[in-house]
């Protein structure tokens, strides 16, 4: 995401510096700041580097702070599942081959419940995650059977869709794909095996492929809309079908 008058520096470095020296300053029992996925000082996205220093800030003036790293997270209003099924995420890059554990946004609203009223977890570090790997194309192959359309999807070049999409972010007064969004693409996530985990907190998360149809229903035409979910058709497609072995 690009702020319009704020820089991610501005957002993700001094807005959560000021939060925390509030929270030093009034003596506040628990600060749980929610970070991202592959946050590093040495990535190639601004994204994360800026994730990466805002941790390191909030730790140096809060050192009780719980720091969150979610996986990209689905759920409803989503950046993931409902980009993928409009039709205005048409160019991309990397031939949506970038590969994470999306997270469903109820369990990792679960898990910051749970570290709020528990203690133990200040001055930890958590990485949430889902239970199955995917890359973007698969997802967005899940997302094409849910709500029974193809979506189209047309690969460009980073060296030609980073600059066009940094100069669309200049000239439109609405949000789009930005150029670090396009260095991200190249980005798989990556897990930090020290930090804990949603086992850690007793949460069990959600598979994504359980859940498209909760989410994705909506962008059904009228004709498929009250078809079930596409795992239970092909459950029962299978059932039509009787398979004889012969030995012989």
Partial sequence: MVYRNFDLEDVHVEGAERIAEAVAKYDVDRFVHVSSY?????????????????????????????????????????????????????????????????????????????????????????????????????????????????????????????????????????????GDEVEREFIDQKIDRKAKTFKDLGIEPAELSSLTFHYLQGYRSAAFYDLPPATEREKREEKKYLHVLDDQ
């Fill in 38 to 178: 592959n946050a590093d000082k040495n990535s190639p996205s601004e994204f994360f580097r800026t994730k990466a220093d805002g941790e390191k800030v909030v730790r140096s003036i809060f050192p009780e702070t719980t720091i969150v790293r979610p996986a990209p997270l689905f759920g409803f209003e989503d950046r993931l599942l409902h980009r993928l099924a409009g039709v205005t995420n048409l160019f991309t890059s990397n031939h949506m081959q970038q590969r994470f554990w999306p997270v469903h946004a109820i369990d990792v609203g679960q898990a910051l419940e749970v570290m709020l009223q528990d203690d133990s977890t200040a001055s930890q570090t958590y990485e949430l995650y889902g239970p199955k790997n995917y890359s973007m194309a698969e997802i967005a192959e899940l997302v094409d059977r849910e709500i029974i359309k193809r979506r189209r999807h047309i690969n460009l070049p980073k060296r030609l869709l980073k600059p066009v999409a940094e100069m669309l972010n200049r000239v439109l007064w609405f949000s789009t794909m930005s």
